[in-house]
């Protein structure tokens, strides 16, 4: 455990952080997996255009790597274009 102040705070930010990161890529992980098991064409592409929002917000805020989102994005288009 720090002992000064300075490490104790970041202890905090680190914490809040971590939730904040671990809160997105829950959550692009759901919409993934309801995306791909959703029924009709309308509600899939209806999930992806959710998809690529939440995936851009995440690489703007530095969650995951900018590639990263450009590559998920890339297959999951080319998911719903193959179910087609």
């Known amino acids: 455990?720090?002992?000064?102040?300075?490490?104790?705070k970041r202890m905090g930010t680190?914490?809040?952080?971590?939730a904040r990161n671990n809160y997105v890529k829950r959550t692009i992980k759901t919409l993934t997996k309801t995306m791909q098991t959703a029924?009709?064409?309308?509600t899939r592409?209806?999930?992806?255009?959710?998809l690529y929002s939440q995936l851009d917000k995440a690489a703007k805020?530095?969650?995951?790597?900018?590639?990263?989102a450009s590559r998920r994005k890339a297959r999951?288009?080319?998911?719903?274009?193959?179910?087609?």
């Open 39 to 42: 029924g009709s064409t309308e």
């Open 14 to 18: 680190d914490k809040k952080r971590q």
């Open 61 to 68: 805020k530095g969650v995951i790597h900018k590639r990263t």
């Open 45 to 50: 592409e209806e999930y992806l255009n959710k």
């Open 1 to 8: 455990m720090p002992q000064h102040k300075s490490p104790l």
């Open 76 to 84: 999951l288009a080319a998911f719903v274009n193959k179910q087609n």
